[in-house]
């Protein structure tokens, strides 16, 4: 037998040695070599390809594209960040920190097929009666779903051939190993060549496919990128775990919108769609605090209403900028637009900046609420809980427009709002009746709305 043959592949950038070196000499970064097995080359230089003429090259006018079969959840919220369902043959990878209900999600999620005895899930971490607990307390434990434990991938994909699920849920992709590599479950080879192996039999099976995935210290999926570079859609849960609500976010989607929400309240029967998730952000308390204004936010196709708190104090020392559930350079960025185009200089403050609820916002239509938010706080004076804002701010103290603005002036009305402040160009054609919308151009001009 011929001895196996390894690479050496960069985590980082994906390039290739022969030879395993500290410093990856593509990209410069360190210890981020590891292992992986190769497949047999063809043989000779053309050969290889002679045999397989399944593939023809085609024209597109000629591609008769059926339209993605879909299978729905039975969670709403989850099949809205799926982009309206599973798509059959795709590949779903569900990042998370432990414990903030992963295998609650996807438990609940098969449980909810039409035909459970189509559901696989296998898992890797608990045992089976640890997973039909969790099925009881979910008052799903009579669900004929069926469970496998194991964490051998070629047995796995052999089980799945047999078995033909329409969906398989693999709880978690860090514990599931294959017999070609020599390296420990866990490892990023590992973690790779299994994920690899297992969306090859999704693709070629039809078999919708979740992967867990654990999330490390940098909020990253435990294992190399390349593992979001592979899959169809890429959820992350964010959020507290301390925190009732869960939200989960598509980083990534063939077949959807990026940047969706789905949000859930964690109750003692496991996750429930929130089905108006605007309340939930918004804690508006009868007293209006220097420091707090409220947003509307845009996140994949809808909008959301979220409080942002600003807190700016004297520094004593380096200057803080400090955000949770926000970019910091872009603070930074914002505050130096304050300074040229606000006539406010924060460079003798600290500002702490906080998007309550635990949600992280990364639309630029939240650019107008934080200078809000931060001017509250350093005037001391609270701005009318009754006035909501968004809109982008260039470099030169300009309000630009956002999409969405006709939604997000709607979502507001809705919710009780009786002023916004919006870009110029999001101000609507003809007037919403209960609301008084201010269509500004500039910061400062915004700024003379506001008080
Ligand atoms: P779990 O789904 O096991 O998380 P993960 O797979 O992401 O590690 O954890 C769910 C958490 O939620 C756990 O701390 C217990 C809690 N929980 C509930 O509050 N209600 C429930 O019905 C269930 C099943 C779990
Ligand atoms: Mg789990």
Known sequence: MAKAKTQYTCNDCGSLSPKWTGQCIDCGSWNSLTEVALTQ???GRWQGYAGTQ???????????????????????????????????????????????????????????LPDPTLALYVTGEESLQQVSLRAQRLGVGKMPLKLLAETQVESIIALALVQKPRVMVIDSVQTIFTQTLQSAPGSV???????????????????SLYLVGHVNKDGAIAGPRVLEHMVDTVLYFEGEKDSRFRVVRAIKNRFGAVNELGIFAMTDKGLRGVS???????????????GTVVMVSWEGSRPLLIEIQALVDESHGIP?????????????????????????????????????GGVKIVETGADLAILAAVLSSFRNVAIDNAIAFFGEIGLGGELRPVPGGQERILEAVKHGFKRLIVPHANAPRSKIEGVEVYAVNSVSEAFSRIY
């Not at 108006?276 to 220097?290: E, G, K, T, V, Y």
């Not at 606000?342 to 403050?349: F, S």
């Open 41 to 43: 080359a063809p043989k």
């Open 189 to 207: 080879s590992q973690v790779r060549e299994g994920a690899a192996l297992l969306v090859r039999l999704a693709k070629q099976s039809g078999i």
């Open 320 to 356: 803080r900028r400090v955000t949770v559930g926000y970019d910091h350079n872009r603070l930074a960025l914002l505050l130096a637009v304050l300074n040229r185009h606000g006539g406010l200089a924060m460079h003798q403050m600290d500002v702490f900046l906080n998007v309550v």
């Open 276 to 290: 108006n998730p605007s309340a939930i952000f918004l804690s508006r308390s009868h007293h209006p605090a220097p």
């Open 54 to 112: 399944e593939t023809t090259v085609q024209s597109l006018p000629q591609i008769t594209a059926k339209a993605s079969t879909r299978l729905s959840t039975g969670i709403d919220e989850l099949d809205r960040v799926l982009g309206g369902g599973l798509v059959e043959g795709s590949v779903v990878l569900i990042g998370g920190d432990p414990g903030i209900g992963k295998s609650t999600l996807l438990l609940q999620a098969l449980s909810n």
